[in-house]
């Protein structure tokens, strides 16, 4: 079992930025994709940003050009850089990992792992 452990989240001012990393108890790049999700309170988990085994990334279009996501192989490491960061960004920001050498059609909350989550809170 893969354990993910986050680090970096805290409060900030709307317009401020925080780097948020996720470090892993093995080497996880070599799966299909990693990425990072996020909760706001009262609202369903929502995929942030990807990044696959070939350095492709994704970006979900409310933080597209404000986030930028990235790897150190060395360090076994995901990391997810915040810029501009606006009060509707605030959550729990979870890391997430997939099992699976092999790219799935679609990806469901089994098909990865998870870490417990990082608390993201921005104030305006």
């Known amino acids: 079992q893969v354990q993910l452990l986050e680090s970096g989240g805290g409060s900030v001012q709307a317009g401020g930025s925080l780097k948020l990393s996720c470090t892993a108890s093995e080497y996880i790049f070599n799966k299909c994709r990693t990425a990072w999700y996020r909760q706001a309170p009262g609202k369903e988990r929502e995929l942030v940003s990807t990044?696959?085994?070939?350095?492709?990334?994704t970006y979900a279009d409310s933080v597209n050009g404000r986030f930028t996501i990235s790897k150190d192989n060395a360090k076994n490491t995901l990391n997810l850089q915040m810029n501009g960061l606006k009060k509707e960004d605030t959550g729990v920001y979870y890391c997430?990992?997939?099992?699976?050498?092999?790219?799935?059609?679609?990806?469901?909350?089994?098909?990865?792992?998870w870490g417990q989550g990082t608390q993201v809170t921005v104030s305006s």
């Open positions: 997430a990992a997939a099992k699976y050498f092999a790219c799935l059609p679609s990806f469901g909350d089994d098909d990865f792992y």
């Open positions: 990044i696959s085994r070939d350095g492709a990334t």
